[in-house]
């Protein structure tokens, strides 16, 4: 149903002239996923610039039937974030909305607002002396409550937990324009259900986020970093089991990466240089951290040494065949480097189909071998190119195209690649959406493989918070 003037004229009282976007070009960014995977259209874009002119929208909306698509950086995979093509919906952005409210540093907590940039949080963090931990690739354009709404990962999950676990509470505006008020700051409090968790990763189709109590900690006092030669896939999971005895349980990032993507990351980003001279067929990329650091008689800390002596163990045991110990934070960034530009490398060398997947840790190897084998033989010169969080299960399984293929060509192939993953990851005990969220481009797979009472408990709360549907509709469910 398309949006009459009349409410299109509310919507630009509640949120003003600045607020409030209808030319079709500047709509682009808004209604055009970050793969280019989806165009959408919207009848508006709005800008809300404090949660009293969300709810205000919110309530128009819900008077007048409109669906409403809340947004955030827009820097999603799925398809979450943007419109459908009807141009009968409102593209409601949260960018304006990028205070940090209050920093407790006794308290370990960060209030901040929805559209706040996930690495201007975490330098917020640093600047009070505490550490926000999480981390990942698009963190300097992605926005906390997008960040929350589709319960986003990163790097350091192994440590710290999902954006889930580091929520303590949470101010929501219903899809009637109420306001939840659940910003609590408490580590306890079992009054009943933790309503929280209800819009935790439920991508917008519950109500909007317009701002979160987060956890902080305190900031590491060392930090070290290892870039890693591993011959044999099989000692990847045991190289992390030995790694958390050794640092205490210190490990905050064990990210494997596999040959073609460190050759992907020379070819296409240049200047980079390779971490070291050896060929090898996996790598990971280790960060250990720890609360000391050594003093002005003791320059170097416990912590590298345990570090050195764990990497000594590992040559000797044949785990490892070269590695490379970060020896300032500027060598550790360019390390680093080679994780964070290894996505759109692979982009770059043409058709990626993405299978972004989680199986236990222990049967992470299996996992790669089998899923491996499965796609070579299904199609001559597939070129596997599986990445990512191993010390939570979660794998990168993506795709690319063969040489000899044309991008169209091989997006021909897309379901039937989804179907041989996604049956190797559920026969698993796995999931085949571990950070990245159903959006659009999953909902056949979650009607595929979702156990069907879940998804009666799914459509029960939805009709109960949201019973005439306005709220990100086609998304999820």
């Known amino acids: 149903m398309a949006i009459s003037e009349q409410t299109l004229a509310r919507l630009r009282g509640a949120v003003g002239d600045r607020g409030m ?28 610039a404090s949660t009293a002119e969300t709810a205000a929208v919110v309530t128009i909306c819900a008077e007048t039937g409109t669906a409403i698509v809340p947004q955030g950086g827009n820097t ?17 952005s949260l960018g304006r909305m990028n205070k940090v409210r209050e920093i407790d540093p006794l308290n370990n907590t960060m209030t901040v607002e929805a559209g706040c940039i996930l690495a201007n949080l975490q330098t917020a963090a640093d600047d009070a002396d505490r550490l926000f931990p999480l981390s990942l690739g698009a963190e300097g354009s992605c926005m906390i409550g997008g960040n929350i709404s589709t319960n986003a990962g990163g790097v350091q999950v192994l440590k710290f937990g999902n954006a889930r676990d580091l ?23 079992n009054t009943g259900y933790d309503l929280k968790h209800l819009f935790i990763g439920a991508e917008g189709t519950l109500g909007v986020i317009t701002a979160a109590v987060l956890k902080l900690f305190p900031r590491p006092a060392q930090v070290e970093t290892a870039f890693m030669a591993v ?14 005895a050794a640092s205490g349980d210190g490990v905050t990032a064990f990210e494997l990466l596999p040959r073609i993507g460190v050759e992907s990351v020379l070819k296409h ?11 090898s067929p996996w790598y990971v990329l280790m960060e250990w951290s720890a609360g000391e650091s050594g003093g002005k008689d003791e320059p170097e800390s416990s912590l590298r040494r345990a570090l050195e002596a764990f990497l000594e163990a590992r040559f000797e045991a044949g785990v490892v065949s070269d590695a490379v110990l970060a020896s300032s934070e500027a060598q550790a960034k360019e390390l680093w480097h080679f994780r964070e530009v290894l996505p759109e490398s692979q982009t770059r060398e043409g058709g990626s189909i993405k299978h972004d997947v989680s199986v236990p840790v222990s049967k992470v190897a299996d996992f790669i071998a089998e899923g491996t084998r499965l796609l070579e033989a299904n199609m001559e010169g597939i070129r596997v ?34 179907r041989i993953i996604h049956d190797l990851v559920m026969t698993m005990g796995g999931s085949f959406s571990a950070e990245h969220g159903i959006g659009q481009l999953k909902l056949a797979e979650l009607a595929h493989y979702g156990d069907p009472l879940d998804l009666e408990l799914m459509r029960r709360i939805k009709a109960a918070l949201d019973p005439d549907g306005i709220m990100n509709p086609g998304k999820v469910l």
């Open 269 to 279: 980003f240049e200047g980079t240089r390779a971490p070291m001279d050896l060929a």
């Open 21 to 48: 976007i209808t030319d079709p070009g500047d709509m682009v960014p808004y209604v055009t996923d970050h793969r280019d995977l989806f165009q959408g259209a919207a009848a508006a874009v709005l800008r809300p």
């Open 385 to 418: 190119f599986p990445f990512g969080h191993v010390g939570d299960g979660n794998i990168h399984f993506n795709v690319s195209q063969p040489v000899a293929m044309t991008k169209d060509q091989f997006y021909d192939h897309w379901q039937a690649m989804n």
């Open 167 to 189: 929520v303590l509470g949470l101010e929501v505006v219903l899809p009637d324009g109420r306001v939840w008020p659940g910003l609590s700051a408490l580590r306890k409090d």
């Open 76 to 92: 999603g995979l799925v398809g979450g974030s943007v419109p459908d093509a009807s141009g009968d919906s409102v593209v409601l």
């Open 231 to 244: 011959p044999e896939l099989d000692h990847v999971v045991g190289l992390l089991a030995d790694a958390r």
